[in-house]
């Protein structure tokens, strides 16, 4: 019973922490980080010894910027790094947040981007639960149907054909996830091409380039958001 409850909270582990090994997240981390060393540069520059209150206005006239930054990284990557300022070092630090090994991770719509093919609903924390769930359900099982027929899907799809939320789909992403993370940090750092790492791994490279090719238009998609676990900031 414990297996079949964890399963998907492992999955979510999985895929994320296979996914900050790809080109596309590290493209984008490097990035705010070297946006970063740049201002944190320019404000050792323009910064005066010992004259604390214009060093605070400097910080000031240069967080819009550095926001600017931090929200691009959250928007292209789907995790909601914040950012600080560190008194003792004089510079802009990138905080990461800390994520959970859990199912049905919760997302602050305020850090977070919501997911293609996701819905947020609010739920009063100060009353009883039970009803609350009830009306959830109901909700979400009707925008399921508006969505399926949005998608064409007929009357006997509706009826027949459930939604693909098995432990299969989860499965399959972590694959293709995990497939594209070693391709790119094994070219990143060996200079191994795709077709070689198939061959060591006596995978055909017409099933190499399609497991690619699945995980890239994935992630760029920003569809893999969804499977993320649930981060929180200590």
């Known amino acids: ?29 490097s990035g705010a980080l070297a946006a970063l060393d740049n201002i944190n540069t320019q404000i050792h520059r323009e910064c005066s010894t010992d004259q604390g209150q214009p060093n605070r206005r400097l910080i000031s006239k240069y967080k819009p ?17 914040k950012f600080n300022f560190d008194d003792d070092k004089f510079c802009f630090t990138l905080i990461e947040p800390a994520y959970f090994f859990d199912t049905l991770p919760l997302v602050d719509k305020r850090t977070t981007p919501i997911p293609p093919d996701m819905i947020s609903l609010m739920f009063d924390v100060t009353r009883g639960l039970d009803k609350q769930l009830e009306s ?5 099982k009707s925008y399921q149907l508006e969505v399926q027929k949005k ?53 055909p490279y ?27 900031f200590e």
């Not at 899907?153 to 432990?167: G, M, V």
Request: charged share 30%.
């Open 1 to 29: 019973m414990t297996e079949d409850i964890n399963w998907e909270g492992f999955l979510r582990f999985e895929i994320y922490t296979k996914y900050i090994c790809t080109d596309h997240f590290q493209s984008f981390l």
């Open 65 to 81: 910027e550095v926001q600017n930054h931090i929200n691009i990284l959250i928007r292209n990557t789907g995790v909601p790094y």
């Open 136 to 140: 959830a359900k109901d909700k979400l």
């Open 151 to 203: 998608q064409g899907k007929s009357a006997s799809d509706l009826a027949f054909k459930p939604f693909a939320t098995s432990r299969q789909s989860f499965e399959d992403i972590a694959d293709a996830i995990s497939f594209v993370a070693l391709s790119d940090t094994e070219k990143r750092e060996n200079k191994r091409s795709r077709k070689s790492i198939a061959k060591k791994m006596d995978m």
């Open 206 to 232: 017409s099933s190499a380039k399609s497991k690619y090719q699945t995980g890239t238009k994935i992630i760029i998609s920003g569809k893999i958001h969804k499977y993320f676990p649930e981060f929180r």
